[in-house]
């Protein structure tokens, strides 16, 4: 940054230091198709750059260690050839925005993630062995979220769907509040595994502005916990071949046994209207 | 239909020029005329007319005149008709007030208050149409400084350059989303902006799949809090990328596009399911700070590989000036300033009138403060909001937009009359409307036509308001508020718009 004319300065988070790639060479190690990468001491861009620049060299297979905070993994993976798809391991915690945008990737993260896991995703599937921040599967469209442990505020807010797209993200463990807020579509799974027997889970405001889509919630909830907008129903055969698939899908990445889980009682939350302020208007 | 109402528009039927062709029955999407067999002729329905004249232009035989109802309450300046008007309307459904384009209430209109110079004695005025006058706008960040090679005979540039992208003319279509105009009306923008070297806005709404090759080039494709028709794919044909977080007829609100009006094909352009309302929250619910709408920032250039501008689109609203400090430090290569007088296909009329401050002021402000804080070069300004003519255009340019946009304006050029019903999806001149018998009546060919057309004329006018101060290149008058004066202002309007008054 150079200070001709400028009184405050102006520091950019993002870009400032950055190195150039032949500088970057030395954090890959290269196998055949696979590739590994050292995060400990790359900028958030340049992780990002090591990984497009490993994915246009056609490795499919990626493990990324030591990531301490980086954001936006996976986030620049639209390839020119749409069909390239990657799996990429992460162990450490990745940052923010993990797999935002995401054009059908795999990602495993071997730890926890933080906030916009999964931010308006396109395709792909995201597996956390851990927990997860606020805003997870926020705008998702697309694709596959499995979160092993908790989430925090306003996970699976505003999730749609269209023919022929329909996201699915299936959590280990309990939300936090404005779970479900505003969604639009999807298929979205709460299971309640780190609650204690009886315990009811923590939101409230449970799918607040809902009008499409459909929540499969394991375990207690009250009343009051839930948004004036959804309805509670009762599974139908339909609803336990969703439920018996994701979960089974969800077990098999933690190494799980379905067969408990299915066993607790799970209830069905839809919204009550695909239009709820319809009504709020006078032409 | 309100009970307890005067009609807003009257229908007067010349009979002896009427010749019951029932052209004014089959335009009026609102039922006004109709043709009574026993009577033999014509019969109108008044109170169910908007106003927008689309019966009247097309009569063939000029037998109709719409005006405003005459009939009126006892005079009042506090208690209006309108005022009088919306009450009923409440009383009766307990409703929200809806409404349509811009605030129509008499806030002062700063362009009319300023005035332009022109060159006398001494310096020389510019013909445009023998000399070289250059409109070409670049939109995106540009370099602290600049260092060029000269030595092989060439010019070289060394420094690396942020993503700029050139605009023919300094003005661009502003945000009018699939779903909340017409198909057609989004394809003539489209078309338009393509065939005059500009750009266009999707919206919130999406970019359909098959216009993603032809006019991805001339899109600024829109990232909003309902992310409605976000992909990898839309974002990265795009030209520029926008961040909206407000808009100027509605500021701290978000938008419902009714679920009547999402067919098959809003389902999938916005990638929501069919039939249900498209709720676009008022905040992005990933964005409570600048920090966080850094984040947004970056991570749409992560998605884009640094390849594109983007953009950040807020009302301007009273410390607009320090907001939009935050953002270019947030890291925004354009903001987008949208005023007072910004249109919008629905908002709750209470917040379209009330809420925000003009675009003058706005610009302004946010134009000085940059400068002040040195941080001016960082990013392009976009000032929409009531541009009306070609000399909106210059003045906003003069008070430091390096472009500005245009609804209204162009929805004008295609036919629209300003009746402020967008929202009930009736537009008679097929623009606001999903309704396929509606809409068929915008041919996007003629449309698009209308829209260079006005692009074209107003390109003209500014080329002759330059070269008459003097000027050859649009960017010498970015800023330059010596060619603007100040009339009936007074001293707090002058300061904060940074212009002297006429004789000063």
């Not at chain 2, 007319?49 to 035989?61: D, I, M, Y």
């Not at chain 2, 606001?432 to 003209?460: F, M």
Request: proline letters at 5%; a neutral charge; one cysteine or more.
């Amino acid at each position: 940054m150079n200070n001709l004319n400028v009184r405050f300065g102006l520091r950019d988070m993002f870009l400032d230091g950055v190195r150039p790639a032949a500088a970057l060479i030395k954090y890959v190690n290269i196998n055949g198709q696979s590739a590994e990468i050292d995060a400990l001491d790359l900028k958030h861009k340049e992780l990002n750059d090591l990984l497009r620049a490993v994915a246009l060299q056609g490795i499919s297979k990626v493990t990324v260690k030591n990531v301490f905070g980086q954001r936006y993994i996976g986030t620049r993976l639209y390839l020119p050839d749409p069909e390239k798809r990657l799996e990429i391991r992460i162990s450490g915690n990745p940052g923010n925005d993990l797999g935002a945008f995401l054009n059908g990737h795999r990602i495993i993260v071997f730890g926890n993630a933080q906030d916009g896991v999964g931010n308006t995703m396109d395709d792909g599937e995201i597996i956390v062995h851990g927990r997860a921040g606020d805003i997870a599967a926020m705008s998702m469209r697309g694709g596959k979220i499995f979160i092993r442990d908790n989430v925090g505020y306003r996970a699976a807010i505003h999730m749609k769907e269209y023919p022929g797209k329909v996201p699915v993200l299936v959590i280990g463990g309990t939300a936090q509040d404005f779970f479900g807020e505003y969604m639009a579509g999807g298929i979205v799974i709460l299971l309640g595994l780190t609650l204690k027997e009886n315990e009811p889970h923590k939101a409230h405001y449970i799918g607040t502005g809902m009008h499409g889509g459909v929540i499969y919630l394991r375990g207690r909830v009250e009343e009051y916990q839930l948004g004036k907008e959804v309805g509670v129903r009762p599974l139908d055969d339909r609803d336990r071949a969703v439920v018996e698939r994701y979960v089974g899908e969800f077990c098999a990445h933690f190494g799980l046994s379905a067969g408990k889980i299915l066993q607790g009682e799970f209830r069905k939350l839809l919204p009550v209207s695909k239009r709820p302020y319809g009504k709020i208007y006078a032409y | 239909m309100y009970s307890y109402l005067l009609p807003e528009f009257i229908v007067e039927r010349r009979e002896d020029r009427c010749i019951a062709c029932r052209v004014c029955e089959r335009q009026c999407a609102n039922d006004v005329h109709a043709y009574d067999p026993e009577l033999e002729r014509m019969v109108s329905r008044a109170e169910a007319c908007v106003g927008c004249q689309r019966c009247a232009v097309l009569c063939p035989t000029g037998a109709l005149l719409i005006r405003p109802h005459p009939a009126e309450y006892r005079p009042n300046s506090s208690w209006t008709r309108e005022k009088l008007q919306d009450l009923k309307k409440q009383a009766e459904t307990g409703g929200v007030i809806l409404t349509g384009s811009g605030n129509d209430k008499p806030y002062r209109i700063y362009w009319d208050h300023l005035v332009l110079n022109a060159s006398q004695v001494t310096n020389p005025s510019i013909d445009p149409l023998r000399e070289p006058m250059e409109l070409k706008t670049f939109l995106g960040r540009k370099p602290d400084t600049l260092e060029i090679d000269l030595d092989n005979g060439g010019v070289k540039i060394e420094s690396a350059l942020h993503p700029n992208v050139p605009v023919a003319t300094p003005i661009v279509f502003s945000a009018m989303s699939y779903g909340a105009i017409s198909y057609q009306a989004f394809q003539s923008l489209a078309r338009a902006a393509k065939e005059a070297g500009t750009l266009f806005n999707t919206g919130e709404g999406g970019l359909p799949k098959e216009m993603r090759a032809a006019y991805g080039g001339n899109a600024i494709v829109q990232c909003a809090s309902g992310r409605f028709g976000v992909d990898p794919e839309y974002l990265n044909c795009a030209a520029v990328i926008e961040i909206k977080i407000g808009q100027g007829a509605k500021p701290g609100i978000g938008g419902h596009l009714p679920g009547e009006k999402v067919s098959e094909n809003i389902s999938v352009t916005r990638m929501i399911p069919r039939g249900t309302d498209a709720l676009s929250p008022a905040p992005q619910h990933d964005i409570y700070s600048i920090e966080d709408l850094s984040m947004l920032i970056y991570a749409l250039k992560e998605a884009t590989n640094y390849e594109k501008p983007v953009s950040v689109k807020i009302a301007a609203v009273h410390n607009v000036a320090a907001i939009a400090s935050g953002m270019v430090r947030a890291g925004a290569d354009i903001i987008a300033i949208d005023g007072l007088r910004g249109g919008t296909g629905a908002a709750p009329k209470i917040i379209r009138d009330n809420v925000g401050i003009p675009i003058e002021l706005a610009l302004a402000a946010v134009d000085k403060r940059l400068r002040e804080e040195g941080i001016r070069n960082k990013c392009s300004i976009l000032a929409a909001g009531g541009i009306r003519c070609s000399a909106d255009v210059v003045k906003a340019i003069a008070l430091g937009a390096d472009a500005v946009y245009i609804g209204t304006a162009a929805l004008v050029a295609m036919g629209c009359t300003l009746c402020q019903k967008c929202y009930t999806g009736k537009c008679n001149w097929g623009i606001c409307t999903q309704d396929p018998y509606l809409a068929k009546r915008l041919n996007p060919e003629i449309a698009g036509r209308r829209l260079v057309n006005l692009l074209h004329g107003w390109s003209h006018e500014i080329k002759e308001m330059l070269g008459g101060m003097g000027i050859n290149a649009i960017e010498s008058l970015r800023g330059n508020r010596e060619h603007l004066r100040g009339v009936g202002l007074a001293e707090w309007e002058l300061d904060v718009l940074g212009v002297k008054g006429a004789g000063e």
